[in-house]
């Protein structure tokens, strides 16, 4: 079904006082029409200009020499499901001759652009956006062909935040799978796949169904995108069941799925029948059995008839807890490569949480804090890495860097002398070693690591270039015509 087209009006006031134009931000007066029912989960959202707080107050942009500011969150954001709006706007007193241009930013301030003049001098100013995500709006007025105010700067604050959002989400359920030992644990994996650009943290709802009761009961009304849940179905539930999945995008969008029914009593009859089957009957002779003891317990000291463990269920919930692990690391990183750090660091985190020794999502966590210069934390996460593999290059290489970003030359040196004792081939840390002995003042060791760095490997082009202009700026005299010559 097409979407109808969204109407957002908004309470843009234009003044003219001693012939010079102040625009009076207004709090939010929006109406969203969305062609879709009100049990969808998608409420209108509608607030007077009498008694709506204001957004975000314009913000003056950082003066010239200022460090670059990232732009604030915005406390209130209308969404929309079209990618055409209205932009409703009021000019007081009419003026004919008044045009009112209106500026974008797709990049929470950072930039801006100009979409235009309203033609028709009339309100609304429809907007067409180039593609979904979250836009801020700022109007200017013109009078006599002269604007109010200056062109919006970087990091200004716009008037207005819309979140627009024209595509549902995809969702499907890949099945539901009993646990082994369902008849005592009652673990049911509920498995899909849902996939949307502007999801949240956590826009999956779960909810189940029985039988015996027409309700929907919730099981989970916040849940990571991971693709799998482990449900422990409540012991008053039994018969058939029903589960729905419920995924929803920032935009409003919500699109339900159900599986089933399914029974419970088959999964926990065949679940009993296996146990059954999987029991000794009698109790091997400790001089011959081949099974090993559980840690700590002495076969002597079991007691007579009881069944030994057998090895390949011991580490059953360990297995359980890696695959979840690896599905929230496969979606921390889904979130990484699209540049979105705070979703992807969640996912991380709690897929350390299921497997702390998943060091590849350690490694990438660290990597997250690093770009968000909270090189402490990056430290940390690097330092865990190496106490379970002393030999990871590359948390070597970033616990490195981090050290260089604290200024703390001697570490950075000690973490690069280790990741060359792992591979003494790596010309990139042999340069950056030369540079952090530089800078503690042993300058005659640090030309000797650029020299190396030069002598590795040929392709390397980018590392030779660079220790070549070090040695020209900090060699010796003979080490500068050397280098030139080579050349």
Known sequence: MPLSKSRLEIGF???LVSSSIVQAQ?????????DAPASSGFAPATAGLTNASPLLSTETAPLAGDAPRVAAEPPRVVSVRSREIELHYQVSPTDTSTEVELWYTRDRGTSWQSYGKDEDHTSPLVFTAPSEGLYGFLLIAHVAGQPARPAPRAYEAPQRWVFIDATP??????GVQPAEDFATSRVLQLRWTAHDDNFGSRPVSLSYQSSLDQNWTAIDTAVANTGVYDWRVPESVSGRVTVKLIVRDQGGHTVERTFGPISLDKYASLSAAKARSETPTSRPALATSAEPSPAGTAKSDLAPGAPTTRPETLPRVDLLQRRMAADLYRQGSWHLVRGQYGVAAERLREALEHDPDLLEARHDLAGIFYRQQDY??????????????????SALYGAALA???????????????????????NAEAWLDLGDVLFMTGDVINARANWRQAMKLDPSATEVISKAKRRLELYGSNDEVSSTHQNK
Request: charged share 30%; net charge positive.
């Open 376 to 393: 402490d934390r990056a430290i940390a996460e690097y330092q865990a890495v190496l106490e379970r593999n002393a030999n990871y290059e």
């Open 169 to 174: 989400p995809l969702a499907q359920w890949d």
């Open 403 to 425: 050290y260089v970003a604290k200024r703390d030359y001697h570490r950075s040196r000690e973490m690069l002398t280790r990741l060359l004792k792992v591979n003494d081939r």
């Open 26 to 34: 207004l709090g939010v007066s929006a109406t969203v029409v969305p």
């Open 13 to 15: 006031c234009v003044f």
